[in-house]
């Protein structure tokens, strides 16, 4: 593992895997069965903790656990189920 001043180049196995460091891991509150989003912006690939993702408005924020969405999006599913 070599650390540079954008953050630290680790090597990919071959089936694609990448370990993540543990002090990435730690700040990002992830513990060895917690599951990340992944996706690219351009050559820019981005992980978040998907547990803290909005499953409806894609927001990181506070989730309800059991649904996976936001307060702001379980008040809007109450009230276009009435």
Known sequence: MKR???GIEKEVDALGRVVLPKDFRKKLGLD???KVLISMDGDTLHIK???KICIM???QTEINSDLGMCLSCIEKVKQYGK
């Open 4 to 6: 540079r001043s954008s």
């Open 32 to 34: 060895k069965s917690a």
């Open 49 to 51: 903790a998907s547990d």
């Open 57 to 59: 408005c894609k927001r």
